[in-house]
Nanobody
Framework: QVQLVESGGGLVQAGGSLRLSCAAS????????MGWYRQAPGKQREMVAL???????NYADSVKGRFTISRDIAKNTVYLQMNSLRPEDTAVYFC?????????WGQGTQVTVSS
């Protein structure tokens, strides 16, 4: 059984920073792309940042220059460093990973940015 467990969400003022973590556990033979998505109330889930097994990254235009995705392969963990947070970044953030050629999602962590 493979699981993704997120941590690091919370309440922060505009301009502040948060760091999200997502650890994969279970019977893992390979992990390909890992990433973060978010869903704000009344909106569709959207991609925030992706990182390949080779370290290539891709960001949504709205977070470029403010967010940084990274991963620790040895720990099967992906991180999202979020700086200069804005109220419009408020959402539930979900971790996603392609593990053993199957798609997995975390349970989500709430990020709230107050103005």
């Amino acid at each position: 059984q493979v699981q993704l467990v997120e941590s690091g969400g919370g309440l922060v003022q505009a301009g502040g920073s948060l760091r999200l973590s997502c650890a994969a556990s279970g019977s893992i033979f390979r992990i390909d792309t890992m990433g973060w998505y978010r869903q704000a109330p009344g909106k569709q889930r959207e991609m925030v940042a992706l990182i390949s097994s080779g370290g290539n990254t891709n960001y949504a235009d709205s977070v470029k220059g403010r967010f940084t995705i990274s991963r620790d392969i040895a720990k099967n963990t992906v991180y999202l460093q979020m700086n200069s947070l804005r109220p419009e970044d408020t959402a539930v953030y979900f971790c996603n990973a392609l593990i053993n050629l199957k798609d997995y999602w975390g349970q989500g962590t709430q990020v709230t940015v107050s103005s």
